[in-house]
């Protein structure tokens, strides 16, 4: 048992965030890609019946909580990086989540973490910062899904109970995909300690 648990543990530590592997091909072992890209380039993703036009973060409660008109509207659970609310994101590797005000800038594929979307950071502030610090400020931060091997959501309950991205913010593969239909780029979300 405790082998298992700590081949889990590796393989959360594996995938974290970042820029994603694309693998050209859709079988067992990675997310439809090639479908996801197609459903972007349609411009079929966005419900717009459903449109959230803002998202807050609290990261010491792991939630994150979606609005529509100023009313909450969805509640979901995250996960973070492993110092994910040790403070703001100062510079690449530091496992943390920023804080501040951003916007959603791009929906990514995810052949690794099933579908994404970026933020906003660094902004000029978080650069400012980072050079004044002599540090990289690192990017990529993203609100993601799953590993695919918890494309299914039967591992939710263990990736939400810890943290284990670079400093992403994870949610279940089913509110990746309200996430997905309901936001569009520009978006606001804000994080919060």
């Known amino acids: 048992m405790k082998r298992g648990m700590f081949g889990m543990a590796a393989l959360l530590l594996m995938v974290g965030c970042g820029e994603p592997t694309y693998y050209g091909k859709v079988d067992d072992t990675t997310y439809a890609i090639q479908e996801c890209v197609n459903e972007l380039a349609r411009g079929e993703e966005v419900d717009h019946d459903a449109k959230i036009d803002k998202l807050i973060v609290y990261k010491k409660k792991r939630v994150m909580y979606a609005y529509r008109n100023g009313k909450v509207v969805e509640k979901f659970r995250i996960s973070l990086g492993k110092n994910g609310d040790k403070g703001d994101k100062i510079k690449v590797g530091d496992y943390r989540t920023p804080e501040g005000s ?32 002599g540090v990289n400020p690192g990017g990529a931060i993203t609100i993601h899904g799953q590993p695919k091997w918890n494309a299914d959501g039967q591992g939710d309950e263990y990736t939400l109970s810890r943290d284990w991205t670079e400093g992403c913010m994870a949610v279940p593969n089913l509110a990746m995909d309200k996430l997905w239909r309901a936001v569009e780029n520009g978006v606001a979300i804000e994080i919060h300690a």
């Open 102 to 133: 951003y916007c959603i800038v791009r929906k990514k594929c995810d052949s690794r973490l099933y579908k994404s979307l970026l933020i906003s950071y660094p902004d000029e502030e978080d650069k400012a910062r980072a050079r004044k610090m």
